[in-house]
């Protein structure tokens, strides 16, 4: 256990930002989280459970005790079946270590969540996701420690309630759980996925025959237009993109015909939210420090200097001006930490 009091958390956040907390405590098994939540009882509303803080905009100081489940360890299980293995990782693993280790052991399944920054224990949280796979498609299930009892519980897939960039974690089981290690299911047999147009795109008809090149290919598209946090501040995605009712994606599609939307099944669309943010002006858009990236409309950058608070000030402008435009209200997919209030409602 390492215990930081106060604590910068200038290097846990991929926003690169100023900001701090009252204390910061990494543990690195399930035993000392319990021993800690039994001595210490500490009230649920003053805890935060930080990962690799690749999907957080903390405003200045967070008045708050901070919890790291640094757990680390990764282990295969063959099945019985002829292709299925089991891979339970730690929730401090790195994720794109987790990718890079299951391949490099011959297994397939991960190819397409490459690069994706943060920590295993994060990952159930909002349903990671990209190139046309989440993490429910290979999900078996995850353990974790409850906060106000200190007992361990296990969670199946349909206990998680996962959804696009949602989970049970960010409703009712929001901040009462730490996630200490999930499981997932590979497989021995590639069967590639590579149905997302840049994806196919790529591989232009020839054929597939490793997970490794299906990873190198994401990697490769993500790399030519997600920033890398270690070069220029950011936090992915910043806004998801909103789904729609059929009506409202009519209405939308008559004003704007080059609308970027795709269906999401049970007469609802998904609009590309960088789209939106793009035809309203504000790719590139600079307030000072912080801004709209130039090459992804939906990440918002830290050009070095900026404060959480430049940065609320921008995602304020693009989803003001997306709201005159569009009608549409853009949700963060980051978690804001200090002003959790300013867009809801
Ligand atoms: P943090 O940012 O530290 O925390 C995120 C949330 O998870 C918080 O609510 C936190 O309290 C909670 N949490 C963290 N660990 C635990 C735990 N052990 N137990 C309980 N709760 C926990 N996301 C995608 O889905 N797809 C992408 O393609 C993608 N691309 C990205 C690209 C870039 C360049 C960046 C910077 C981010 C991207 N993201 C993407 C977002 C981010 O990588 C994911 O949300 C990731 O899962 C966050 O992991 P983290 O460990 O950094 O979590
Ligand atoms: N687009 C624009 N302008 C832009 C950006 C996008 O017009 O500046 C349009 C383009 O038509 C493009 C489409 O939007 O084809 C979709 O863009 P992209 O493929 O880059 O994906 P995205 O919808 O912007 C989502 C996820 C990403 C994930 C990618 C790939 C969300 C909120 N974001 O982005 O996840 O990596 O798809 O699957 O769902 C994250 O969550 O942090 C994240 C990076």
Request: glycine share 10%; with cysteine.
């Amino acid at each position: 256990m390492v215990n930081s009091v106060p604590a910068s958390l200038k290097p846990f956040n991929t926003f690169g930002v100023e900001a701090t907390c009252d204390e910061l405590i990494s543990f690195n098994d399930e035993q000392s989280i319990q021993n800690w939540l039994k001595a210490e009882k500490p009230a649920l509303d003053s805890l935060f459970i930080l990962g690799g803080g690749s999907n957080l905009l903390l405003l200045g100081h967070s008045p708050l005790t901070f919890l790291q489940a640094n757990i680390k360890g990764i282990e295969y299980c063959e099945q019985k079946s002829d292709n299925d293995v089991l891979v339970t990782a730690g929730a401090g693993v790195n994720w794109h270590q987790l990718v890079l280790d299951s391949l490099d052991q011959g297994y397939s399944g991960l190819e397409n969540l490459s690069l994706i920054p943060g920590n295993v224990g994060a990952a159930p949280i909002q349903n990671i996701g990209a190139y046309g796979v989440e993490l429910q498609d290979l999900f078996v299930s995850l353990r974790a420690i409850e906060l106000a009892t200190g007992k361990l519980k296990e969670f199946a897939g349909e206990d998680c309630q996962f959804g696009y960039r949602d989970s049970i974690f960010k409703k009712e089981l929001r901040g009462r759980f730490v996630i200490t290690q999930v499981t997932l299911r590979l497989s021995k047999k590639l069967q590639p996925n590579i149905e997302y147009g840049p994806l196919k795109q790529l591989f232009n008809d020839e054929p597939v025959v490793t997970a490794k090149q299906v990873s190198n290919a994401v990697i490769a598209i993500r790399q030519s237009k997600l920033p890398d946090p270690a070069q220029l501040g950011n936090a992915g995605s910043f806004f998801k993109n909103p789904v729609v009712t059929e009506e409202q994606y009519q209405t939308l599609l008559d004003a704007f015909p080059e609308l970027v939307a795709y269906p999401v099944g049970s007469g609802h669309y998904k609009i590309a939210a960088g789209w939106l943010i793009e035809k309203a002006g504000l790719k590139g858009y600079r307030e000072g420090e912080a801004g709209v990236h130039e090459k992804q409309a939906l990440v918002l950058v830290n050009y070095g200097h900026a404060s959480g608070q430049d940065i609320l000030q921008v995602a304020k402008q693009v989803r003001d001006k997306v709201l005159e435009l569009f009608g549409i209200k853009l949700e963060p997919e980051v978690w804001i930490i200090g002003e959790q209030q300013i867009f809801s409602s």
